[in-house]
């Protein structure tokens, strides 16, 4: 299927991310991540990335650390 690496340079620039992740993740392990990370920033993306030592993948939600990290970047980047 179609990884989001590798379709970067179809994404907008000014399109804004929120990447969360988990160190723990063995779904989609930390270091793939962190590589798409870096690669939307050196494309000139703004990206917003919010990180735990611990979390199954999709289970993040679930954290109020994270929840206020999104309402702050969701106040950010829609204006509210």
């Known amino acids: ?4 690496i590798d379709i970067i340079e179809n994404i907008k620039p000014h399109f804004p991310f929120l990447i969360a992740y988990s160190e723990a993740d063995k779904t989609v392990p930390a270091a793939g991540t962190r590589l798409l990370i870096e690669k939307l ?3 000139g993306h ?3 990335s919010w990180s735990s030592k611990k ?4 289970t993040l939600g679930s954290n109020a650390a994270f929840s206020q990290a999104a309402r702050e970047f969701l106040k950010r980047e829609l204006l509210f």
């Open 46 to 48: 703004q990206v917003t």
């Open 55 to 58: 979390g199954k993948h999709s």
């Open 41 to 43: 920033t050196s494309a």
């Open 1 to 4: 299927g179609i990884q989001p």
